[in-house]
């Protein structure tokens, strides 16, 4: 069920600027209810408490698809909120509902997975780090741990996942140049389940028993990928390298099923975009900035229209119980 947002406003795309009254930002995850997207609402919340004035609403799907997003995006369009701020599951798809935002005067932005920028009219694009820093970082990371011949798969999330498909193109061009003995020999898409990248990792493990390392790439798949490879008794023998919380890859890290965890700061992505979000919706952030003051973050670089958090994080069994997202 959609949640209405009870507010007085009068007019879209306002702001709260001069008129004493809050900024209505909304802001949605892929989906609801994981760790990471759970992390990224508790950076959103400290960061409209800390800037006081932020009216904010955080909700979204259960499930990661796009059509379960779209309701949301014209329900807060009738609505007549300040800001929408998206993280995507299909940058095509969900791009007619985002223009539908524009024309109706209201301010639209995206985190952690972009839309097609051309066709929503979207403003900019919070990213957590460059897609080839992340890229290079996993396939780095695997090459030390598996070898830079390894035969490596990839249990990726949805084929429609901008981040993902980004990211993997990256890395088959970084492995090209750097390690061209090393060989992808499946690309698998389990969506935003982990029960379905666990399954799949263990079809993996039978198929291609001279494997030597598994790329999970979303919070989710690293995990189901993670748990198969030691449910096949492998740990240690197959590298698992990906992208997802410390929290939900701690266990992995302790029995040793996994080495490292790269990721940015979940909690660090939120905040920084209701950050943007205020900035965008008062005119303080427009075209041909170059750097943006964001609270305790200090300033981050503006590159074109997206705005970046930072490189990636590595988390292992040193530090990872330092982090409690």
């Not at 702001?15 to 949605?28: E, R």
């Not at 990213?127 to 695997?142: C, Y």
């Not at 030597?212 to 189901?224: C, D, E, R, T, Y």
Request: glycine fraction near 10%.
């Amino acid at each position: 069920m959609l949640l209405l947002i009870a507010c007085g406003k009068k007019q879209a795309g306002t702001g709260a600027t001069g008129t004493g009254a809050k900024l209505v930002v909304a802001v949605m995850p892929k989906l609801k209810g994981i760790d990471y997207f759970n992390a990224v609402e508790r950076g959103a919340r400290e960061a409209a408490q800390e800037l006081g004035d932020i009216d904010l609403t955080y909700d979204g799907p259960t499930e990661g698809k796009v059509d379960q997003q779209i309701p949301f995006i014209e329900s807060w369009t009738l609505q007549k909120v300040d800001v929408i701020a998206v993280a995507c599951n299909d940058p095509d798809a969900i791009s007619p509902a985002l223009k539908r935002a524009r024309d109706k005067g209201v301010h639209v932005i995206t985190y952690d997975a972009d839309a097609n920028a051309e066709k929503s009219g979207r403003e900019f694009f919070v990213n957590q780090a460059t897609f080839e820093d992340i890229g290079r970082a996993l396939v780095d990371e695997m090459a030390s741990q598996a070898g830079e011949d390894a035969k490596v798969a990839i249990v990726s999330s949805s084929p429609t996942a901008p981040n993902q498909n980004a990211w993997i193109g990256v890395m088959k061009r970084y492995m090209a140049e750097k390690y061209p003995k090393m060989q992808i020999v499946t690309i698998q898409y389990p969506e935003e389940d982990q029960g379905r990248a666990f399954s799949m990792t263990q079809d993996i493990l039978k198929t291609y028993p001279d494997v030597k390392g598994v790329f999970g790439l979303s919070s989710v798949a690293f995990p189901g990928a993670a748990d198969a490879v030691r449910q096949a008794g492998k740990s240690g023998k197959v590298a698992v390298v990906g992208l997802s919380t410390p929290k939900s890859m701690k266990e992995f890290v302790k029995d040793g099923t996994v080495k490292t965890v790269i990721l940015w700061n979940p909690v660090d992505l939120g905040y920084l975009t209701v950050h943007v979000a205020k900035a965008v919706a008062e005119g303080k952030l427009k075209p041909g900035a170059t750097e943006f003051e964001a609270g305790r973050l200090g300033k981050v670089k503006v590159e074109g229209d997206q705005v970046l958090l930072g490189p990636p994080m590595k988390f292992t069994a040193e530090n990872i119980d330092q982090y409690d997202f």
